[in-house]
T-cell receptor, first 113, second 114 residues
């Protein structure tokens, strides 16, 4: 079955540092890939997505590229801010009527001033 | 509507009691999902509704868990005879017919079973 493995946390960085959170997946076919973010005390929010190989999703300075050859979708940001402190979830989902998404276990990021 | 809403936001119950959790999806969204997030873990799929199709119940952990969706909109997740291991945050999400792979999440209901 489908699975998502993401880098274990917690990750602690200083402000303006470079961020990478690794995510790899196992799935047949061509799922869509997502990063969700959960800020303290809030629900999950879609951060970015990519629906086919070599697509790059981007939002709020974050980027991730769908790599079919390495089955990866690593999240990157060039310069993190304190406000980026949150839990980040990598996920995959399938097309129309296919239903549920499969999520990684989440990576907690803390950015210190 | 503005977004997915869930109620209550917090629920504390005693072991053995039944609980009902409610989800109001985004207006017009045809698909609705329930997930469970245990402390420090990822999301565990529970059940999925799509339009008038039979729901995908493959993630329900036991027969104590059930869910219904009335009129293609509001959904209720019911847990009977709650156990301590049911303590978790229960998340609801919805998606539209034209973009079923993108889910919008509610704030969740934190369930604590004493």
């Amino acid at each position: 079955g489908d699975s998502v493995t993401q880098m274990e946390g917690p990750v602690t960085l200083s402000e303006e540092a470079f961020l990478t959170i690794n995510c790899t997946y196992t799935a047949t076919g061509y799922p869509s890939l997502f990063w969700y973010v959960q800020y303290p005390g809030e629900g999950l929010q879609l951060l970015l997505k990519a629906t086919k190989a070599d697509d790059k999703g981007s939002n709020k300075g974050f980027e991730a590229t769908y790599r079919k050859e390495t089955t990866s979708f690593h999240l990157e940001k060039g310069s993190v801010q304190v406000s980026d402190s949150a839990v980040y979830f990598c996920a995959l989902s399938r097309d129309t009527n296919a239903g549920k998404s499969t999520f990684g276990d989440g990576t907690t990021l803390t950015v210190k001033p | 509507g503005a977004g997915v809403s869930q109620s209550p936001s917090n629920k504390v119950t005693e072991k053995g009691k039944d609980v009902e959790l409610r989800c109001d999806p985004i207006s017009g969204h045809t698909a609705l999902y329930w997930y469970r997030q245990s402390l420090g873990q990822g999301l565990e799929f529970l059940i999925y509704f799509q339009g008038n199709s039979a729901p995908d119940k493959s993630g329900l952990p036991s027969d104590r868990f059930s869910a219904e969706r009335t009129g293609g909109s509001v959904s209720t997740l019911t847990i009977q005879r709650t156990q301590q291991e049911d303590s978790a945050v229960y998340l609801c999400a919805s998606s539209s017919r034209t973009s079923t792979d993108t889910q919008y999440f509610g704030p969740g209901t934190r369930l604590t079973v004493l």
